[in-house]
């Protein structure tokens, strides 16, 4: 995979320097992000402030969702709500949100 100097950058800052900088992860694209995630957890590498950002990310997905959801209640039928809902869950579940088990 390719990334960029912002992943690089983000990466040794909080491998050596053990800081975090939001600026260079809002820079950061959602397979970056979820890539930066996986390599810290394999490294066993913690950092509270990527851990905080990359969660509010997820919030607002939830968010999203439970909009759509009271959406549907309502009664909107127009099928780019359950495109979207189901994008957005397919997104929650390869993050680790929820699990089928």
Do not use: Q
């Not at 900088?21 to 992000?33: G, M, S, T, V, Y």
């Not at 099928?79 to 929650?92: A, C, F, G, V, Y």
């Amino acid at each position: 995979m390719l990334v960029s100097h912002a992943f690089f950058d983000l990466w040794r800052m909080i491998e050596e320097d053990k800081s975090f900088d939001k600026a260079l992860f809002d820079l950061l694209d959602e397979p970056e992000r979820d890539f930066i995630k996986y390599c810290l957890n394999k490294c066993k590498i913690t950092s509270r402030g990527f851990e905080s950002a990359y969660n509010r990310l997820l919030d607002g997905l939830v968010k999203r969702l439970k909009m759509l959801e009271g959406a549907k209640n309502i009664g909107d039928d127009s099928p780019l709500i359950k495109t979207e809902m189901k994008s957005i869950l397919d997104k929650l579940y390869e993050n680790g949100v929820f699990s089928t088990s």
